[in-house]
């Protein structure tokens, strides 16, 4: 946290490149993961359709069609 904040504060770009990689050698050696991005799945539905039910996994939403209905 030091070198980030010390890193935000820093213009003097050869100063910035050393703090920089001293940051990336911490992570390489301390963070068991380091999540990149999270993406949000968004599911949309005529507000008509009964039987809908989201899917237990991330793979798709159609893995129930057979009791999805259009109520009138």
Do not use: C, H
């Not at 050869?14 to 799945?41: C, H, W, Y």
């Not at 949309?44 to 359709?49: N, V």
């Not at 039987?51 to 109520?71: D, M, Q, V």
């Amino acid at each position: 946290d030091k070198i980030l904040e010390e890193l935000d504060k820093t213009v003097d770009v050869n100063k910035r490149k050393e703090l920089v990689q001293q940051a990336q050698e911490i992570f390489m050696t301390d963070i068991p993961e380091l999540v990149l991005f999270n993406s949000v799945g968004l599911t949309a539905m005529d507000e008509g359709l009964e039987g809908f039910e989201p899917s237990p996994t991330n793979i798709t939403n159609f893995w129930n069609t057979a009791a999805w209905y259009l109520k009138k």
